[in-house]
């Protein structure tokens, strides 16, 4: 009978539903942490309250990550969002921000980043790394296509990543830079063939302006192949 009476309770006891818990904070992880700065657990909190999908207080069963990925995807400086529930009672959310490799400042007013994959970010980026400036006569399409592969190799190339401070685009998209180092400016002329003729310039400053001074020219052209033109500073 004791027997009997001890597994009846304890079945009684194991197929109770244990009280349903309740999420009670959200935790944000940033996982491209040289560009953290533009999303922040605040905002992500305030988002979800405006969409009236806030987990915080809900029972954890009840919230629905999936449902809460897909609106934070929406936000214009997420690129990828991972969501879901930890033992401790928090909601995770992951998020991939939106890198930005050049900030645009047209002559035309137009003022935003270029990310990664091309496209357009918002002017109220919080961006935290070193970008270069783009300005002069920018037009979208062209920054979208021809810049955006020039800001993609000054973020793979960290010597010209660091030397180049802006990009100034010229009538005819035609292109000059604005080193940090030298008190002069390179022309490129068009872009295409850009790598080649940094390639140039480089070897230019290592055998040629080391030894003759970095202030010695007022501007410095590589439009033309096999050669480099020089202009004396007055």
Request: hydrophobic content about 40%; proline content about 4%; aromatic content about 8%.
């Amino acid at each position: 009978m004791l027997i009997i009476a001890y597994l009846a309770v304890a079945i009684t006891a194991f197929n109770r539903k244990p009280a349903a818990q309740v999420c009670h904070d959200i935790e944000l992880v940033i996982k491209d942490t040289v560009y953290a700065g533009f999303i922040t657990k605040k905002e992500v909190a305030t988002l979800l309250d405006k969409k009236e999908i806030s987990p915080v207080g809900k029972n954890l069963d009840r919230i629905r990550t999936k449902t809460l990925e897909r609106e934070l995807a929406k936000h214009p400086l997420i690129d990828r969002v991972e969501c879901y529930k930890t033992p401790s009672g928090k909601l995770c959310v992951e998020v991939t921000q939106r890198i930005p490799i050049l900030r645009i400042m047209s002559a035309n007013g137009e003022n935003y980043y270029l990310d990664n994959k091309g496209t357009v970010m918002p002017p109220d980026a919080k961006c935290v790394a070193h970008l270069a400036i783009v300005t002069g006569n920018v037009e979208k399409s062209f920054a979208m296509r021809d810049l955006y592969k020039f800001g993609v190799f000054l973020q793979k190339n960290s010597f010209w990543n660091a030397q180049v401070e802006q990009i100034h685009v010229l009538p005819g998209k035609k292109v000059e830079l604005v080193p940090r180092v030298g008190d002069h400016l390179i022309y490129l002329g068009k872009l295409e063939g850009f790598e080649k003729k940094l390639d140039r310039l480089k070897m230019f400053y290592e055998r040629g302006l080391s030894q003759v001074g970095w202030n010695k020219y007022s501007r410095i052209s590589v439009e033309f192949s096999n050669q480099i033109i020089c202009t004396r500073r007055e």
